[in-house]
């Protein structure tokens, strides 16, 4: 009985989620500020599901850690959320009105098709950006940091370098005309994928549920250590386009990070992005000027930075 009922904690959590915003007071489920309590309100439970029933002992949240995760998931909530808006919703939402672009289809959806919706857009252009992430040299640069988690808990998904957050942000939402619950709701149940696939539980979701949704499993096998074993599950929540895209790999992993799974501070994954330039200088410095060093890969750079 008690692996049944963890069994359907992250099932009944998305429908919980499904029908604060489908039934909830216009009121609550207009105002943005209810999003981020929701957020907060249901990562605080999974955190909770972490001292219940662990997955590893060696996850075991520790108060670094902890106020490591806190910090990401208020700059994530800050600053991060301000550069989305600033710069990617509100221009889409110029240019849309500039062309006269309406999608009045889209009001008229059933809430849950709405909500649908939303997170297919937002899964559809994470998964993508993260795939590319992990093929292009540059981009694995702003990524890698969140790859050099050595366990993982509840709110790991807001850590990384503030690039990567930005860009991993980024959607297309605001051209559709949606009505404000059904976003803020997709959002929300993304939230809730996010928060499961990232934390240490043993909440093992039906089968059907971990077809469509991305679970621990998944993405434990996704930050196993060793670059090459990251390029699998890419879907934040979405597993199920790695199915359709080929990416998908079933397994799980314990020993998480790269390299020899050394923890990068708060500085040193905000710099990492430079690690290009100070290996350069620093490796101009040791060569004689004759000398050219290779064009760095993504497999070089998780290396260097082990």
Known sequence: MRQFLFSIVQPLMVAAVLLFWAFGPTAWTSEPSSLVIAILVTTAIVLGLEWLN??????????????TDLFYLILGFTAISWATVTFAEEPLKAAKASIGLAT????????????????????????????????????WLTHAPHHHLTQLN?????????????????????????????????????????TFAHANTRCDPPRWYAYFFTTIRNHSLHHSVG???????????????????????????????????????????????LRPVIDAVQAKRRQPESETAPAPTPAMIADRAA
């Open 54 to 67: 662990e997955r590893y002992a060696s996850w075991r949240l520790t108060r670094k850690e902890f106020f």
């Open 104 to 139: 009045p289809w889209a009001m008229h959806l059933p809430f849950v098709l709405q909500v649908a919706l939303v997170v297919v857009l937002v899964e559809f252009g994470q998964y993508w950006m993260h795939r590319l992430m992990h093929n292009n040299a540059t981009f």
């Open 154 to 194: 509840a709110m790991k998904g807001a850590v990384g370098n503030p690039i990567e957050l930005f860009l991993i942000s980024l959607s297309v939402v605001a051209l559709f005309d949606l009505p404000v619950p059904a976003v803020f709701c997709g959002f929300n149940v993304l939230s809730v994928i996010s």
């Open 227 to 273: 670059y090459e074993e990251t390029r699998c599950n890419f879907g934040n929540s979405l597993i199920l386009l790695d199915r359709i895209f080929g990416t998908y790999r079933d397994g799980e992993a314990e020993a998480v990070g790269q390299g020899e799974r050394r923890r990068l501070s708060i500085v040193e994954q905000t710099l990492f992005p």
